[in-house]
């Protein structure tokens, strides 16, 4: 449930950036106990704007703040 609450919290904060963003929750199986943000190009190329990977404990260190995400976002962009 908290992986769930937190994608919603990133995701909402991802369409609020930029308009008419495209955001998929989980379009492959997810790794297990993992949280991960990627952005498509549209060329086909994927940017990892995010891992929880290797961090924590505590737990709390695997999920981002969304502003951060949303940061990482615009750099990928420009």
């Known amino acids: 449930?908290?992986?769930g609450r937190?994608?919603?919290l990133v995701s909402e904060a991802l369409r609020g950036a930029v308009a008419h963003l495209p955001v998929d929750i989980n379009p492959r199986p997810p790794r297990?106990?993992?949280f991960e943000v990627?952005?498509?190009k549209e060329d086909g190329s994927t940017v990892e704007l995010w891992s929880g990977i290797?961090?924590?404990p505590p737990r709390?260190?695997?999920f981002?703040?969304?502003e951060?995400?949303?940061e990482a976002l615009k750099s990928s962009l420009e």
Do not use: D
């Open 1 to 3: 449930r908290v992986y």
């Open 6 to 8: 937190n994608a919603a």
């Open 32 to 34: 297990r106990n993992s």
């Open 38 to 40: 990627s952005l498509v």
């Open 54 to 56: 290797g961090k924590g």
């Open 60 to 62: 709390k260190l695997k």
């Open 64 to 66: 981002p703040q969304p």
């Open 68 to 70: 951060t995400v949303v």
